[in-house]
C-alpha cells in the first residue's frame, strides 16, 4: 500500500508504523543515555568530591565511543539491524542494572568507596563501547524504514527526536535525584531503556543490502594498532593524575624506557594481532611516564635564568625526534627487513637504559 503524502506533509514518516516505533524507541533511550550521563557526573562527585572525576566519567564514555566507530560502522553493515540495535541496548541495560546495584544501600554499607568509584568508571567505558553500535543503527534503519522521497522528513524527525529526548533527560535527573535519590533515579533509567527495547523488538528485521562485503581488515586493523599507543598515553596520564609518581622516578624513568624497548620487540615478533595490540598499548603507557617524568624533570631542575635556553634545546629534540625517527626507521626498514629493524630498535632502546643505568647513576637517583 502506498503511502499518500504531499511535500508540505511534515507527519508523512511519522505515519510509517515501523518509523514510529523506532522514533519512540529512540526517545527513550536518548532521554535515559542523557539522564544517566548527568546522574554519573553527579553521583562520582558526591563520592570523590574532586570535579575532575566529572570529566573522567565523560573521557570514560567517549574513548570507546569514539575508538570503535570505524570497526562498529563495518559490523552495522555486514548484520541484521534490529538485532544489533536489540543486542547493544540489552547490553546497556545490564550496565545500568549494576550501576543500580553499586548505588543500593547494600553496596553502600558492604563495599568500599575506592571498588565503587572504580567500577563505576569501568561500567560507564562499557557503556560507550554499547553507544558505538547503537547510534549509528538509529541512522541506518531510518533510511532503511522511510522511502527516499520521505527520507527528508525522517531525518527531521530523526535529529527531532534527539534533541528533544536529550533536552528533556538531561533537565528532568536533576529533579528524580532530589526526588528519589540516585537509586531510584537509576530504576527509572532501567525503566526507560526497557520500554525503548519493546518499541525496537516491534521493527522489522533488517538485514545487510550488500550481501558480500569485500572489506579489508587490514585497515581496521591498521586504525587498531596505530591507536593502541595514544590509548596506552591516555590510560598513563590519567592514572598519574590520580596516583602521582612520588618517589624513585629516575629508576621508574628507566624501566620505563627499557620497557618501551621490549614492548618493540614483541610487537615486532608477534604474529597474533592482539598480541600486537597489547604491546603497542603497553609501549603507550610506559612512554608516557617517560613524558611526565622527563618533561617534571626538566621544569624542576632547571633554573629560572636559564629555562629559556634549556626549554628551546629540549624542544629541539622533541618537535624534530617524530620526523628524524620516521626517517630511521625507514632507512633501516630497507636494508634490514621491516621484523629486524623493529627488533634492532628495541634492543638499541633496552641497550640505552642498561648503559644509562650503571654509567650515570645519578639518573637513576634522580627523584622530585
Not at 284 to 306: A, F, H, W, Y
Not at 321 to 342: K, T
Request: net charge positive; glycine share 8%; charged share 10%.
Amino acid at each position: 500500500m502506498k503511502l499518500q503524502r504531499s511535500n508540505t506533509d511534515a507527519f508523512v514518516a511519522m505515519r510509517i508504523p515501523e518509523f514510529r516505533h523506532l522514533m519512540f524507541g529512540r526517545f527513550l533511550f536518548i532521554m535515559a543515555l542523557r539522564m544517566l550521563g548527568a546522574l554519573t557526573g553527579y553521583w562520582m562527585y558526591e563520592l570523590t568530591n574532586n570535579p575532575l572525576a566529572i570529566g573522567l566519567v565523560g573521557l570514560a564514555e567517549v574513548v570507546p565511543s569514539v575508538g570503535l566507530s570505524l570497526r562498529a560502522g563495518y559490523k552495522i553493515d555486514i548484520s541484521e539491524k534490529r538485532k544489533l540495535l536489540m543486542t547493544a541496548v540489552s547490553l546497556y541495560i545490564t550496565a545500568v542494572i549494576s550501576l543500580c546495584f553499586l548505588s543500593s544501600s547494600y553496596a553502600l554499607e558492604n563495599i568500599p568507596k575506592k571498588i565503587v568509584v572504580s567500577t563505576i568508571y569501568i561500567v560507564i567505558f562499557f557503556t560507550g563501547i554499547f553507544r558505538a553500535y547503537t547510534g549509528p543503527t538509529f541512522g541506518t534503519l531510518v533510511a532503511n524504514i522511510v522511502p527516499k522521497d520521505s527520507l527528508q522528513n525522517g531525518i527531521s524527525w530523526n535529529q527531532s527526536t534527539w534533541l528533544t529526548a536529550s533536552v528533556i533527560g538531561h533537565a528532568v535527573v536533576g529533579f528524580l535525584i532530589a526526588g528519589i535519590g540516585i537509586h531510584g533515579a537509576l530504576i527509572v533509567i532501567v525503566t526507560l531503556v526497557f520500554t525503548g527495547l519493546y518499541c525496537f523488538y516491534l521493527l522489522k528485521q533488517h538485514p545487510p543490502i550488500i550481501k558480500n562485503i569485500h572489506l579489508s581488515a587490514w585497515p581496521i586493523g591498521f586504525g587498531w594498532l596505530n591507536a593502541a599507543t595514544d590509548l596506552g598515553a591516555i590510560i598513563c596520564i590519567l592514572t598519574i593524575m590520580r596516583y602521582p609518581l612520588k618517589n624513585q622516578q629516575g629508576k621508574k624513568l628507566l624501566f620505563a624506557i627499557a620497557g618501551f624497548g621490549l614492548c618493540m620487540i614483541v610487537f615486532a615478533v608477534s604474529k597474533v594481532f592482539w598480541l600486537s595490540f597489547v604491546a603497542l598499548l603497553f609501549s603507550g603507557i610506559l612512554d608516557g611516564v617517560s613524558v611526565v617524568v622527563r618533561g617534571t624533570i626538566v621544569q624542576l631542575k632547571t633554573p629560572n635564568e636559564m629555562r629559556g635556553r634549556v626549554m628551546s634545546v629540549s624542544s629541539m629534540f622533541i618537535n624534530s625526534s617524530n620526523e628524524l625517527g620516521q626517517f630511521e626507521s625507514g632507512v633501516a626498514a630497507r636494508y634490514m627487513g621491516n621484523v629486524a629493524s623493529v627488533i634492532f630498535g628495541g634492543c638499541v632502546t633496552v641497550a640505552v637504559a642498561a648503559f644509562t643505568w650503571f654509567k650515570v647513576p645519578s639518573i637513576k637517583k634522580m627523584k622530585y
